[in-house]
């Protein structure tokens, strides 16, 4: 399936499982001429090597980015195993990517470097530069533990420029993910990618929680590993467990979807949501933690309304959107799935041309998140429409 806009968008998505098909079938909807950059979320259960191949032989030439997923988001909605993507034309795009190899050695003067650097690049390709016409999209590899420092430092050097991303997925077992750059998949990188378009844009984020009276402090942590291992003083999975009103065995992925733990930052409430229980009982979480951090239980909303509200401000703001880049985290997709709101949730998504994929945390600006829905909204300049 595909949406052709006017505005120098294609996107498309296959759910074959060859990887030599399903590449062919989504650039038979995605190909065009003067593509600037293409980018493309694709399951983790393909055979990445294969994939890799197809890609290369396919984009010939076109500047391909990409990353695995926990779910793909297309032009048919929510799907499983599949791969999604787009391409952005010139001359109403103009984009430069780098890759940041090497993730758990960055630094902010490495930071400096690769924003000066791309910023120089799109000058030299589009010199005729307007306020507010440009944006920056990080894929970072989703089990790096390193997303804070690397967004935190972006954001600085890149000063004016928004910037929004996510963090690569994969399957439930938390394994491996990799984010895809100059032909190949690799773990351990990001790529960041800046977007100058002539038509209207805005970056976003949104989640559906609200900070219970129900307070609790790590009290041991081991921040590099992102593991809790006390909570209140007490071993942090029953501790939890006791907290939420349920057996330290009943803690699943879908349990901490369902009850996550927020932190107040600068008066603003953002989750911080568990990955995992460990067989000592321990808490992983997808987000950095430390000890004497206070967390607060959240309770739920509307997923729907909220979904629905973000695209009419959206919509109020830039008017009709041709693509939407939409990166939503793997917990926010399992509490779909399990409310049984997957139709109504695809609709609003097909609606709004959302290509997107699950993520295992989200960047928007100078902050790593968890469990929202983040992305870049584009709009159609009045007279392309």
């Excluded at 062919?24 to 191949?53: H, M, N, T, W």
């Excluded at 396919?58 to 926990?70: D, E, K, Q, V």
């Excluded at 330290?248 to 603003?268: E, N, Q, S, W, Y």
Aim: glycine share 8%; net charge negative; proline share 4%.
């Amino acid at each position: 399936m595909s949406v052709k806009a006017n505005g120098g968008v294609r996107k498309g998505s296959s759910e074959r499982q060859d990887p030599a098909r399903a590449v062919e079938q989504l650039f038979d909807q995605i190909d065009q001429p003067d593509a600037s950059l293409g980018v493309f979320f694709c399951s983790a259960g393909y055979d990445l090597k294969q994939l890799e191949r197809a890609l290369s032989e396919r984009a010939r030439g076109m500047p391909l980015i990409g990353c695995t997923s926990a779910g793909e988001i297309t032009p048919a909605g929510y799907v499983d195993g599949a791969i999604t993507g787009f391409t952005l034309a010139e001359p109403d795009f103009r984009t430069a990517s780098a890759p940041i190899f090497q993730v758990n050695s960055f630094s902010i003067s490495d930071g400096n470097r690769i924003a000066n650097e791309l910023r120089d690049q799109l000058d030299r390709i589009s010199p005729s530069a307007e306020p507010g016409d440009t944006f920056a999209f990080l894929m970072i590899d989703g089990l790096c533990q390193c997303e804070e420092i690397v967004v935190s430092a972006l954001y600085s050097a890149l000063g004016e420029i928004p910037l929004f991303g996510a963090s690569s997925g994969s399957n439930s077992h938390f394994t491996k993910t990799h984010v895809y750059f100059d032909g190949a998949f690799r773990s351990d990188m990001a790529v960041l990618t800046l977007v100058r378009t002539i038509h209207p844009f805005k970056l976003f984020t949104t989640d559906h929680f609200i900070p219970s009276d129900t307070k609790m402090v790590i009290t041991e942590a081991d921040s590099a590993s992102r593991v809790v291992t006390e909570i209140n003083a007490e071993p942090s999975g029953p501790e939890y467990a006791r907290l939420v009103g349920l057996s330290p065995d009943d803690l699943t992925p879908m349990i901490f979807a369902m009850h996550p733990v927020v932190v107040k930052v600068g008066g603003r409430y953002y989750t911080r949501s568990i990955r995992n229980v460990n067989e000592d009982g321990s808490l992983t979480f997808f987000c950095a933690v430390d000890k004497g951090v206070v967390l607060t239980l959240s309770e739920g909303t509307d997923i729907i309304s909220n979904l629905s509200d973000t695209f009419d401000k959206i919509h109020q703001e830039i008017g009709p959107t041709q693509l939407v880049i939409g990166c939503e985290c793997v917990l926010r997709i399992l509490e779909i799935e399990k409310k049984q709101l997957k139709s109504q949730a695809s609709r609003i998504m097909v609606e709004n041309n959302v290509i997107g994929f699950g993520s295992y945390g989200e960047e928007f600006q100078a902050m790593h998140l968890n469990q929202t829905f983040t992305g870049a909204a584009i709009g159609i300049r009045r007279d392309r429409s």
